[in-house]
């Protein structure tokens, strides 16, 4: 209950969906996230999870189906379209696509931002350092201060920079594919804590995740991918009153019925 608090929260409207998406390692994939829900995503690696956010986020392409945001049918083609939406994605890979290393916390945080700091060619430095600051303390980074580099950080401070940085941009969906892989359980308890947060407030959250302690007890919803595929879905509730345990779901996982 520590490592995992968590907190029910309010659904709302549909504010995601999906119908019959089909790309590379995936086909036919449809499913829907309300407002305050956090949608689970579990399944064996390489079962598609992770292949189906990378193109909902326009990394890779789709070779058919439909994206409904807040009712209205979108097309991505690229992050920039799906940033510009309202989408956030932190990728499983947080030092290969999350963080720009040997950077300071301060340019991490509002690389995604900027847009709102700058009038013509110059940047409100006092505004942006004062804002990155409070969206890091927010999520409790410890580090020397907000112009460290990010490579001087644990794996689990890492982690809340790449959070804040998509947090500070007010998502309307926020993806997170592994968003605990490789950090402490301090952290993780913080991040869970932090998710629970943002959708007491009405973000809508998809969370891939490989460990099937943290799917069951963080997840509202919880869809199963077997080779590409839907093969199930298990509620929160249904977890809670012991009709669906982790031997079930790994038998979905594996192609059972």
């Not at 499983?92 to 720009?100: A, P, S, V």
Request: charged share 25%; glycine share 12%; hydrophobic share 40%.
């Amino acid at each position: 209950k520590n490592i995992f608090p968590k907190v029910i929260c309010p659904i709302g409207d549909v504010a995601f969906k999906v119908e019959g998406l089909t790309g590379k390692g995936f086909k036919d994939i449809s499913f829907e996230v309300h407002r305050g829900e956090i949608l689970g995503l579990s399944g064996l690696v390489g079962s598609g999870r992770s292949e189906t956010m990378r193109a909902i986020f326009g990394m890779d392409p789709l070779t058919s189906g439909k994206i409904t945001l807040e009712g209205k049918e979108v097309r991505i083609r690229s992050p920039r379209d799906a940033i510009r939406l309202g989408i956030a994605m932190i990728n499983e890979d947080r030092k290969g696509y999350g963080l720009c290393l040997f950077r300071s916390l301060r340019e991490n945080i509002s690389l995604p931002n900027l847009s709102a700091y700058h009038k013509g060619l110059f940047i409100n430095q006092r505004r942006e350092k004062a804002e990155c600051r409070t969206y890091a303390q927010m999520l409790r980074v410890k580090s020397a201060g907000i112009e460290a580099d990010a490579f001087s950080l644990s794996g689990g401070n890492q982690q809340k920079v790449v959070l804040a940085k998509w947090v500070m941009s007010k998502p309307k969906v926020l993806i997170l594919d592994e968003p605990t892989r490789g950090v402490d359980v301090g952290a993780k308890s913080e991040i869970h804590s932090m998710m629970c947060k943002f959708a007491a407030e009405g973000m809508a959250i998809i969370m891939v995740s490989s460990e099937l302690p943290e799917i069951m007890g963080v997840s509202d919803r919880i869809l199963i991918y077997h080779e590409g595929r839907l093969n199930g879905e298990v509620s929160y509730q249904d977890i809670q009153a012991g009709a669906v345990g982790q031997e079930q779901i790994l038998a979905k996982e594996f192609g059972g019925k």
